[in-house]
């Protein structure tokens, strides 16, 4: 019976083995699916990839459980990074509500693991749009702005190759320290070739998310980070307050249209749904220069005047009216100046009301009859960087007066000025410059 009860055993013994010799080489195939590659022979890209053992864990763990996700994230909007972008956390922290979005940020990851991992992570979700932020990593590990670049350059050309249509979103690298091996030279370098890969590129919008943070010597903020690497909660509520306009123009949030109520003695100038009422006015014509600076921006010329009634966007596409708000987008030549104008003209005493958003630094200009009023991210591009009431990346609204010839201005209730002066009459415009701004509840009351 002990003999017996011994060949049983031994029996179970030899099949539990087997069992398990053959359940573990799949065990081991699917982990090794997802393990960090364990040489960079072969492997697209540029420079080392990381190798300690909290970002080895993470890789494998995290790119595992968003293969089973793939289904559920189809057209998402995805978010590609390191820590910062993984800080985000699966839920983006409450913020961006009613949009779908998928986070793929790995602590610690370089944009060579990014581009590794690009298809797999992040096109297999034919994502809807795409926001981009990364580089920082490969600052430390000491590799040089250029290298780094041409990494980008690799996966701007594989999105493209994806779909030449899919938005996508480049945060310009967030400035840091060199206490953290992140100088802000190498910093700004980088981000002056991440530009220039994309420059001229409308698939591409560049959110300048280094000079939003930056204090005036270049480094983080310690207010949003407080190591000065990785941002606080504050510091993420800041940039969803940059992303939101952006995404706004994509057409990913603030769906609905503006409810605003037209006070009594005011006339719209603009509808909300079409550009009727504006239009291109011809524009001197200017000499090129003899030796153009590399950044210089482009000025548009206009030969011959256009009218847009009835259309919803300016034949260049850089106007446009979406549910209520008349958006200057950001040029993907970094600084593109022109002028949108009311067709008609204005020669009596009035009152001009609008609002008015724009994203970090962006630049543009109210025209009261031909002058212009400065209309930008105050704070940061200027010039009234003193005002107490101005609301980044929010609302803001400016009110005009013009009485003999003279235009006093506020902004949120501020002063702006009391002594512009202006002709007798002419039309209001629009500039675009920098950046994204949009303008809202445009009207005026002509005075009796």
Known sequence: MMKALHQSTLRNLIVGTLALVLVTPSLTAQESKFALPASEEGLPGEGMLRRYDGYVKTWARLREQWSKQIAQDQGAVAFLGDSITQGWTPAFRGHFEGMKKANRGIGGDTTRGMLIRLEEDVLSLNPSAIVLLMGTNDLEIGLEPELIARNFQKIVAAIKEHSNKVPVVVCRVFPSSATNKRPTDKIQRLNQLYFDVVRGDD???????????????????????PDLLHLNADGYAKWAEALVPVFATLGFLETEADDFELEDGYTSL????????????????????????????????????????????SSDNRYRAINGRLVVATPSEGRRIQQLWTTAEYGSDFVLKLEFRATPNADSGVFIRKPQLQCRDYLLAGPYKELKNYKPQDWNELVVTVKGGIAHATCNGELLTDNMQVPESGPIGLEGDRGQMEYRRIRIKIAQ
């Open 203 to 225: 698939q591409f919008t560049v959110v300048d998310t280094f000079t939003l943070y930056a204090d005036e010597q270049g480094d983080a903020l310690p207010k949003y980070f």
């Open 270 to 313: 603009f509808n909300g749904e079409d550009l009727t009422g504006w239009g291109f006015r011809p524009t001197p014509p200017r000499r090129a220069p003899k030796n153009p600076r590399p950044n210089a921006p482009v000025f548009v010329e206009i030969k011959q005047a256009e009218s847009f009634d009835g259309k919803k966007n």
